[in-house]
Structures are given as structure tokens and as C-alpha cells.
């Protein structure tokens, strides 16, 4: 007797069935794999690290073009939110309104200048300026360390600061709107930069220069004028 007589056509057919069905039961695992199904991606999982590096208080209200606004009594406070802080790293000066002069939503309320390059950030209020943060202007390379404290830049007194809210985030909003930053700088990194976003490390203070060193200045405008930032 044979080998192939050993087995009934009954008992090929149960054999090959079992084979085809643990082949499927292999290769399905198999293929979420190398697709990515069921696991972040290497994106995801870095855009989650760097929101990290990027906070904001529940106390502010951010524009898309990373002025932020706290009201004062009443007053508001305007400055630059924590990532434009980090993107553009430390300041040679900061370019500030004359106290009453007219400042609204979508246009220049003040500048930024690093390296011999100017950046216009947009106004989150309509109103005029009261008073000027005359600190900043005399030391802006420190500016970064606090941005929602003494890095205040400009108090407005608002013509109706409740609508200007509509067009500001805060709280859940506004996280989720630096999660969306986040990712889209997530996919620029270095591997450098990479590696220190998985370990959940600090990131170097300017990273549009490290991530472009030649053209650094038009990321950094392409995240500021996300808000308006027109000459006035």
C-alpha cells in the first residue's frame, strides 16, 4: 500500500479544505500588516508626539494665524501662541502698533524678525490698541519662555470682543486645531527630529529652520498667514 492510499477522497478533500482555510487565516493577519490596517502610522504617531511639544491654556482664545487673545477686564490681551513661538525660535526684535492705533481681525497687529526676516502676524481682535508689552520689545529673544504670561505683546480695548470669538478656538477646538499642525509638520521631519518626537524629548527651539534651513522663512509664513496677516 502506497502513501496516496492511505488517504480516502473524502479524507483529500477535508485536508485540502483545512489547508486553504489556514492559509486565509494567515494571510489576513499577513496583509493588515504590510497595509497598515489596525496600526497608526508612522505619521499619526509622530503628530501625536509633537502636539505635545505645542501647548495652550484654557484661558486663551487662538487665531489660525497663531495670535492668541485673553480677555482682561476690560481688555484684551493679544501674543503668539507656543508653536509659532517654537517654529520660528528665538526673536531679534518684535515690530509692535502705536497705542491708539486701529487693529482688526485678519490684518497685521504686530511682527516677528529672526535672522533677517520680517513675519506679520494677524490681528484675533477688532479694536484699538491700549498698550504695548514695551518688555518684549526691549528683550525678545526671551519671549518664548512664557508666551501666555509676560510674552503678551498687545491690550486692545475691543469693539465687541464676543463676536470676535466666533472666529477664534479654544479648549477641545483648539487642541484639535494644533493636532492638525501638528501632522502636517510630522511629515517634514528630520530623523533627528523624528527620533525626539517618538521619545517624547523637546524639540530644538526653531524648527522651521531645522526642517528647511534654506527656505525656513516660507514655513514659517505658510503657518502664520494660515490667519490673514495683511499689511495694515
Known sequence: ???????????????EYGLAVGY???????????????????????????????QVPDTVWLHPGHAWARAEGNRVAVGMDDFAHKLVGPLDAVFLPRVGERVSPGRRIFSLAADGKTFPVASPVDGVVS??????????????????????????M??????????????????HFLETIAERLSSRLTPELGALA??????VHGIARDLDPECWDELVRSFLEM????ES
Not at 198 to 203: E, K, R, V
Open 24 to 54: 486565509l487565516l494567515l494571510f489576513v493577519p499577513f496583509w493588515r500588516y504590510v497595509s497598515g490596517v489596525g496600526r497608526p502610522s508612522r505619521v499619526a504617531a509622530r503628530a501625536r508626539a509633537l502636539f505635545g511639544w505645542f
Open 1 to 15: 500500500m502506497n502513501e496516496h492510499e492511505l488517504l480516502s477522497p473524502h479524507a483529500t478533500k477535508a485536508l
Open 131 to 156: 498698550s504695548v508689552n514695551e518688555a518684549a520689545r526691549a528683550h525678545p529673544g526671551g519671549l518664548g519662555r512664557d508666551p501666555y504670561g509676560a510674552g503678551w505683546l498687545v491690550r486692545v
Open 158 to 175: 475691543a469693539y465687541d470682543f464676543p463676536r470676535d470669538l466666533k472666529s477664534l478656538l479654544s479648549g477641545e477646538a483648539a487642541c
Open 227 to 230: 490667519g490673514g496677516g495683511r
Open 198 to 203: 517618538q521619545d517624547g524629548g523637546t524639540p
